[in-house]
């Protein structure tokens, strides 16, 4: 397993309850920090854009964004999350990660299980931005597989 940064997200629902997130990811150098710079300030946009809690925090290295207030919207529950399912693309090994306080408005009218992927919007934003940032455990690069509303009792 080969060395790799870690980046982690919280995120308060409408109680003011908290929870997280977070991903592998390059470990910063020198010579990648403005376009590791870059590529978490798009991830961190797309997944804040994904779900409607309030932003509470992010971590990556010795980066470290601070806020302390709660969601206003009474639909931000840290128990409504999103389940992103993805594959290492060189090993094929699967894995998850979840996004909590979901936005169901971006489920698929057509498919209301699952996140409506290949309008161009929010959930392809999203997308484009955990793969180019995220690493899977061994530190390969990712391929979302799909992304399901889930229920978690926390």
């Not at 397993?1 to 020198?30: P, Q, W, Y």
């Not at 804040?48 to 932003?55: L, R, T």
């Amino acid at each position: 397993m080969g060395i790799k940064g870690r980046f982690s997200a919280t995120f308060s629902d409408f109680d003011g309850e908290k929870a997280n997130t977070g991903v592998h990811c390059e470990i910063l150098s020198a010579a990648n920090y403005d376009a590791q710079a870059t590529l978490r300030t798009a991830f961190n946009a797309a997944l804040i854009a994904m779900q409607i809690g309030e932003f509470q925090s992010s971590q990556y290295g010795n980066v470290s964004v601070q806020s302390i207030s709660k969601s206003d919207d009474a639909d931000a529950q840290r128990e409504r999350k999103w389940r992103v399912d993805y594959h290492d693309a060189t090993t094929f090994k699967a894995y998850r990660i979840e996004i909590p306080c979901a936005d169901s408005s971006l489920l698929d009218p057509q498919d209301r299980a699952h996140a409506e992927i290949g309008d161009a919007g929010v959930v392809d934003a999203f997308i484009a931005a955990f793969e180019a940032y995220a690493l899977s455990e061994v530190g390969n690069a990712i391929v979302v597989d799909e992304i399901t509303m889930v229920g978690r009792n926390v």
